[in-house]
């Protein structure tokens, strides 16, 4: 494998978006892109690393009985055929990077805001709109699917502007949220993939994340300011966006 210093990348980045409750995708393509590699290897390998570094957590959220079902399921339903119909879009290369370079670059922002958590009391008396719910779900899966992303990143923070929960069942939902997506986006790029695909790399990157990924969920919680860290990752995410779209709008 060439560019070693990719599993090093990878493994940073799981660890500190798994501190604050993400799969890293975002930051996974914006690494990918400056190597030039396929567009079909680099989204494969961003879901996948979403997957590993998000299932843990999910498992542990359900089994605390964090996620609120009849809440999550209007994001969810919507949000999973709307990413795979996203996944199976075909874009040119400059147009999915451009696409992606904007994600960022809104995902930056959404970060970077500071909102007030609320209280299990004042979460209860937020009850579930399944219409608003639903479109906001099927919005953000449907560019996730796009640009293959689990949309975490995207929904975390819309859901707390929203005053949608608490801190622990929106992060729940988040993990619960990216993990689907990421699975419907694979499925959605399944007929994409071709022999250009380097699956020894791919499997290198998963286990970096999956090490990163571990080490960040249990010293997040614990050590980490939240507030920094995710302010810290706004300004990675504003800096990789900045980066893709410079270099391929520069391009057209």
Same mark, same amino acid.
């Given at each position: 494998?060439? $560019?070693?210093?990719?599993?090093?990348? !990878?493994?940073?980045?799981?660890?500190?978006?798994?501190?604050?409750?993400?799969?890293?995708?975002?930051?996974?393509?914006?690494?990918?892109?400056?190597?030039?590699?396929?567009?079909?290897?680099?989204?494969?390998?961003?879901?996948?690393?979403?997957?590993?570094?998000?299932?843990?957590?999910?498992?542990?959220?359900? *089994?605390?009985?964090?996620?609120?079902?009849?809440?999550?399921?209007?994001?969810?339903?919507?949000?999973?055929?709307?990413?795979?119909?996203?996944?199976?879009?075909?874009?040119?290369?400059?147009?999915?990077?451009?696409?992606?370079?904007?994600?960022?670059?809104?995902?930056?922002?959404?970060?970077?805001?500071?909102?007030?958590?609320?209280?299990?009391?004042?979460?209860?008396? $937020?009850?579930?709109?399944?219409?608003?719910?639903?479109?906001?779900?099927?919005?953000?899966?449907?560019?996730?699917?796009?640009?293959?992303?689990?949309?975490?990143?995207?929904?975390?923070?819309?859901?707390?502007?929203?005053?949608?929960?608490?801190?622990?069942?929106?992060?729940?939902?988040?993990?619960?949220?990216?993990?689907?997506?990421?699975?419907?986006?694979?499925?959605?790029?399944?007929?994409?993939?071709?022999?250009?695909?380097?699956?020894?790399?791919?499997?290198?990157?998963?286990?970096?994340? !999956?090490?990163?990924?571990?080490?960040?969920? *249990?010293?997040?919680?614990?050590?980490?300011?939240?507030?920094?860290?995710?302010?810290?990752?706004?300004?990675?995410?504003?800096?990789?966006?900045?980066?893709?779209?410079?270099?391929?709008?520069?391009?057209?």
């Amino acid at each position: 494998m060439q $560019h070693w210093e990719i599993i090093i990348f !990878f493994l940073v980045i799981a660890f500190v978006y798994a501190s604050v409750g993400f799969g890293g995708g975002s930051s996974y393509l914006a690494i990918l892109s400056l190597y030039n590699l396929p567009i079909p290897e680099m989204k494969l390998t961003a879901l996948i690393c979403n997957i590993i570094v998000v299932t843990g957590g999910t498992i542990i959220y359900i *089994r605390s009985k964090q996620v609120d079902w009849k809440k999550v399921l209007p994001l969810v339903v919507v949000s999973v055929p709307l990413a795979y119909v996203g996944a199976k879009m075909k874009l040119s290369q400059d147009t999915f990077f451009i696409i992606l370079g904007c994600s960022l670059m809104l995902a930056a922002f959404l970060l970077w805001i500071r909102y007030r958590y609320v209280s299990e009391e004042e979460a209860i008396t $937020h009850k579930a709109n399944y219409v608003k719910d639903g479109s906001l779900g099927g919005a953000i899966g449907f560019l996730s699917g796009i640009v293959s992303i689990g949309g975490g990143i995207f929904l975390s923070p819309v859901l707390n502007l929203m005053k949608w929960d608490t801190p622990k069942k929106i992060a729940a939902t988040a993990s619960l949220f990216i993990l689907v997506n990421s699975i419907s986006g694979i499925a959605g790029q399944l007929s994409a993939l071709n022999s250009s695909v380097d699956y020894t790399r791919i499997g290198l990157l998963c286990a970096a994340v !999956f090490i990163g990924g571990q080490i960040g969920s *249990r010293l997040g919680a614990v050590k980490f300011n939240q507030l920094v860290v995710r302010r810290v990752t706004a300004v990675v995410v504003f800096a990789a966006g900045v980066e893709v779209l410079t270099k391929h709008l520069h391009l057209q």
